[in-house]
């Protein structure tokens, strides 16, 4: 844990907080969290209930997207959440797959999955760090989707969006998953569509889609449109 001096002006988190950051306060979700535990305080004005939600969102508006990480807005996540429950079974492990800063996670919990049903991994370590800040009661793991041998049950998701990652997260799937496992996704509108690359449509042919819909509300830092997809491994 890094040891942080308490700022004496708060900015907000808003267009102010990242303009302003001198050097010394903290930058990370990792190191804000760490701020937080050691002032119980945010090292910006926040009158939100997802602080690092919004901090990353506005972060990436100083400082970029990093490898389409478009993080999955509370209602697309809560929605999934909820489809989640509906369509797996209530015994079995979810897999929060590319994890991120743990949105999904977030939203399993609040539809009343025990965390320890729960393990969330992605390859990113400051994603890493603060998703086992944020849910130390949480399986958590740094790998590559492409390292993970073990059987994926059920799995929630917001994959990278690049055509070969996201094709490549669908081979994945299919070699991780059995037949009946099921799997509830947010993915570039029309991708399960595609003819081309053609292994999509190899790799589709190993799933039933159950339900897919638009989402209904936008990333924060892309156009990029995506639909929720339940797929279930034939």
Known sequence: MKTFEKIAKHYALTSSYYKHRQTGWPDTLAEIYDYLQQHGELPFR??????S????????????????QYLTPDRTARQMAALAVRYFDNDSRIVDACCGTGQLTRALIAEGVHPSAITGFDMDGDMIAIYERLYPTVDAMRIRFE??????????ANPPF??????????????TQRSGDR????????FIDKQRPKAVQETMRHFIVHHRTPMQEPFARTNCRAEIVILERV
């Open 162 to 175: 690049e055509i070969g990652e996201c094709t490549a997260f669908l081979q994945w799937l299919f070699r």
């Open 147 to 156: 390292d993970i041998d073990f059987r994926c049950e059920h799995v929630i």
């Open 53 to 68: 939600y919004d901090a990353l969102c506005e972060r990436q508006r100083r400082k970029g997207v990093y490898a389409s």
């Open 46 to 51: 926040y009158e939100g209930d997802n602080w």
């Open 183 to 190: 799997s509830v996704l947010l993915l570039p509108y029309g």
